[in-house]
């Protein structure tokens, strides 16, 4: 891309973020003063995505009226772009009569959404003002387990049987094309819903007439099954660059299908957690931590910094129990928070690459011991490197030998041990089920800090006592050592 295009796509995209913000203040300003008509105008050209945020942005009391001035549909679609928070607020707001129709006519699975963080008794109420139909297709999809492609998929699709012709098919595509998520992959079921094989409407507008379903479809169609984690089902159409997965019950019937807008949606999702996990932050439902009260801030952040301190007591401990050698050499503490924090950042980077490696599934080229081992070799090679350049400050700044050789051996040992720890730690979770990206950042700082200390000092301890005959196995003087090392 040329420096002149690139500029260009930078503007557009300031462009595009700044209509959200322009619309809600002229909004606010015309609702304020009654200027009815001019709203309706203003919102004629906006696309649903743009109003949507828009209209977040307003004043509580002035969001169910600019929502009043959307005509039907616009107002299905503007209600599902809305953070939920909103959606809600809009519910309590605007009269039954209202809601009950955008509710109605929202997306299967949109509307899911929206009943799981309502409380029951709304739920209820809202169930029992939908059709029969909808109501059925709701409460199935709430039936799944949440964060499944159960959950997560739309009923909305179209399905052909293979002795249709083309031309047939085609005639129920236009028919039913409004009322469909996406038309760009039809899927071909049998008598009793199973399904087995997909159309694209590329071959089928292209296809003869006269030709079956049957003969011009893929019959290799791949699904996943109702109780497939969404994380899996993301990952499914991001490597095969499908537009929408089908998604199969327990009998391999075709029960609804996953579209891609959906998958960007849990991608988001996904990312937002392990981002908080890496923080030692507890994420909620959404990412609205910043529209969150301060006691629910607090919360979500105070389990951890409980966890994290009570772990920092064994620091002190450490410390406390190697008082002598302190005592005897000042000196040596000056360098514990350079070894405890270099330590943290190795072993916070190892387990950084291993997390990614793990969602991404990229890791999957090596064996989990190969990975550890590797990630070993490399925090003993950023060990060896930063000793060469740590070692001869320590050596000068200790007042000699005994500061200079146990930071320069503790620095290998702790770089080693921490990147080990930071790969290992992961890959035990995945393992057993659990989320990697458990193992956050300050949980293997703490750790690494705690361990490093130790190495420490106990490598100090030892090389007060045996540093001397060491250098004189080494043929160095007596003299000297202990000029250098006091």
């Not at 009943?115 to 169930?127: D, G, I, S, T």
């Not at 070993?376 to 350049?389: F, K, R």
């Amino acid at each position: 891309m040329t420096e002149a295009a690139g500029s260009e796509a930078g503007n557009i995209t300031v462009e595009l973020e700044l209509v959200a913000e322009v619309v809600s203040q002229q909004l606010e300003s015309m609702l304020s003063v009654g200027n009815y008509d001019a709203v309706k105008l203003l919102l004629k050209p906006v696309q649903p995505v743009d109003i949507a945020e828009a209209i977040g942005n307003l004043p509580t009391n002035l969001q169910a009226l600019a929502f009043r001035f959307l005509g039907k549909d616009e107002a299905i679609s503007v209600y599902e772009y809305l953070d939920s928070a909103t959606q809600q607020s809009l519910l309590r707001l605007l009269r039954s009569g209202e809601m009950r129709e955008v509710v109605e006519e929202m997306s299967p699975d949109d509307r899911a959404r929206l009943l799981e963080e309502l409380p029951a008794k709304v739920v209820r109420q809202l169930l029992s003002e939908l059709s029969p139909e909808e109501r059925r297709v709701t409460a199935q999809l709430l039936g799944y387990e949440a964060e499944t492609a159960g959950r997560l998929m739309t009923t909305e699709y179209i399905a052909l049987k293979e002795n249709q012709t083309a031309a047939m098919a085609l005639e129920i595509v236009r028919r039913r094309a409004r009322d469909t998520e996406t038309i760009y992959s039809l899927y071909v079921t049998d008598a009793e819903r199973c399904l087995t094989g997909i159309l694209s409407l590329r071959d089928l507008v292209t296809a003869d007439l006269n030709a079956r379903i049957g003969d011009v479809m893929t019959g290799d169609v791949l699904s996943v099954a109702t109780d497939t984690d969404q994380e899996k089902v993301a990952r499914t159409i991001q490597r095969y660059d499908f537009l929408a997965v089908p998604v199969v019950d327990s009998e391999q019937r075709l029960v609804g299908i996953v579209t891609v807008d959906d998958v960007i949606d849990v991608i988001e999702q996904e990312a937002t957690r392990d981002l908080y996990a890496a923080g030692a932050v507890q994420a909620g439902d959404d990412d609205d931590y910043f529209t969150s009260n301060l006691f629910t801030v607090a919360r979500r952040r105070i389990v951890w910094l409980s966890v994290l301190v009570v772990a920092s007591f064994f620091t002190s401990e450490v410390i406390a129990a190697n008082e002598a050698v302190l005592k005897q050499v000042v000196l040596l503490a000056a360098f514990i928070p350079l070894l405890g924090g270099t330590g943290g950042n190795v072993g916070a980077q190892s387990s950084t690459v291993v997390i990614r490696g793990l969602s991404t599934q990229s890791i999957s080229v090596l064996k989990p011991l190969q990975a550890v081992l590797r990630e070993a070799m490399a925090g003993a090679l950023l060990g060896v490197l930063m000793t060469i350049v740590v070692l001869p400050f320590a050596w000068w700044r200790g007042g000699g030998a005994l500061v200079g050789v146990s930071v320069g051996i503790s620095l290998l040992a702790i770089t080693t041990l921490a990147a080990t720890a930071g790969a290992a730690f992961p890959l035990l979770f995945d393992r057993m089920g659990l989320d990697p990206a458990l193992m956050s950042t300050p949980f293997i700082t703490t750790c690494t800090d705690v361990a490093g200390t130790l190495i420490y000092l106990k490598t100090a301890q030892w090389l007060l006592l045996n540093l001397p005959q060491l250098g004189q196995a080494a043929g160095i003087s007596t003299q000297f050592l202990a000029a250098s090392a006091f």
